[in-house]
């Protein structure tokens, strides 16, 4: 499984603000549990949907993430924001194959119908679905990946 650090000055479980037209704070919108197994839970389904997560056999590579930023804010639109560091090492000499800085940005329109918690959730998912899948579909990443991969 992937190790995920939360870099963000935050609470665990935050995930972004509503704010007024005019910059005014209205509300927090939180996660139903921590941002960072969010992430983790991401980049492992990820990794098992591209057959690289094995789990019935010794890793020999570890994948670790950091997250800088992962927010929605809320004005006049939905805006998330994604920043992470990605980093795959190899376990036995900690010794690293591949680093990414994994960045991505996702805006929506309000649905006044839809509650506006909700409306931040699919957000904040979509947005760490673009960046998981842009990271792990990489040419470096998958060549990082391989056993007879070059250490760099």
Do not use: C, K
């Amino acid at each position: 499984m992937p190790q995920v650090l939360d870099r963000r000055r935050a609470e665990p479980t935050w995930l972004g603000e509503v704010r007024g037209r005019d910059g005014s704070f209205r509300a927090t919108l939180t996660s139903p549990y921590p941002v960072a197994r969010l992430v983790q839970q991401r980049f492992a389904e990820g990794l098992e949907r591209r057959r690289e997560l094995a789990l019935d056999t010794l890793p020999t590579l570890g994948l670790r993430l950091e997250i800088h930023r992962l927010e929605v804010v809320v004005v006049t639109e939905l805006s998330a924001l994604a920043d992470i560091d990605l980093s795959l090492y190899d376990l036995a000499s900690g010794r690293e194959r591949y680093r990414a800085r994994l960045l991505d940005t996702e805006s929506a329109a309000i649905d006044p119908s839809a509650a506006l918690t909700t409306q931040a959730w699919r957000l904040a998912q979509a947005v760490l679905s673009h960046v998981t899948d842009n990271a792990l579909d990489v040419e470096n990443f998958q060549h990082a990946l391989r056993p007879s991969a070059a250490l760099s």
